[in-house]
């Protein structure tokens, strides 16, 4: 699979045209990482076969992701019609690097059933990101942080107060429609509180 990243290489270079694209792409994946931090929006949800007589189920998070905190859990076919299950009745457990997600009591029927949890990630330290819907969809903001990272940095052939000043302008702007975005979509959820990791 190839970095998603390498992509944006070619968009930041417009207004670095002397940094080199090594040095771009190392900033692109930290300025990744610094967004979905900044934002808290990198979330998705995770589908899981209710079974019956099971309290305790452990959550997949994709890609390289790391599970902070569980958003809200609903149990039916699909996040969007369902029932929301309250927060009070289950808890997050970590063991041995994994996260699992424990109910007071067996969610299972004698029919099929699905739990949908709604994540949200924080990046892997030693991974970058690889959730290419998410970093598609805030790929402006992450290109901005770059090119606003690497113009500030002094004494380089590429570096420039006027464009470092107009993109984290940028980043900023992109950065709050990110996390007012998470608020609107979680508010739609009827939002029960969430647990942390």
Known sequence: ???????????????LPR?????????????????AERSEGWRRWIRIDVVLGTVSYKLNPPGTGIIKTVVCAVLGE???????????????????GDTFIVFRCSLGSSRLAWLHVR?????SKTAPIDDI???DRW??????HCIYTLARRPGRPWSS??????HYRDYIRVLDRAKRENVTVDAGISYSGGVNV
Request: hydrophobic share 35%; charged share 25%.
């Open 1 to 15: 699979m190839s970095d998603p990243l390498s992509e944006m290489v070619e968009k930041a270079q417009v207004d």
């Open 19 to 35: 940094c080199p694209g090594g040095a771009i792409l190392q900033e692109l994946r930290s300025s990744a990482k610094t967004f």
């Open 78 to 96: 699909d996040e969007n019609n369902g029932y929301e299950i309250p927060a009070s009745e289950y808890s997050i457990r970590v063991a041995n």
């Open 119 to 123: 994540c949200q990630f924080v990046p």
């Open 133 to 135: 819907d998410w970093i």
């Open 139 to 144: 790929s402006d903001g992450i290109v901005h």
């Open 161 to 166: 107060r006027t464009v470092s000043e107009n």
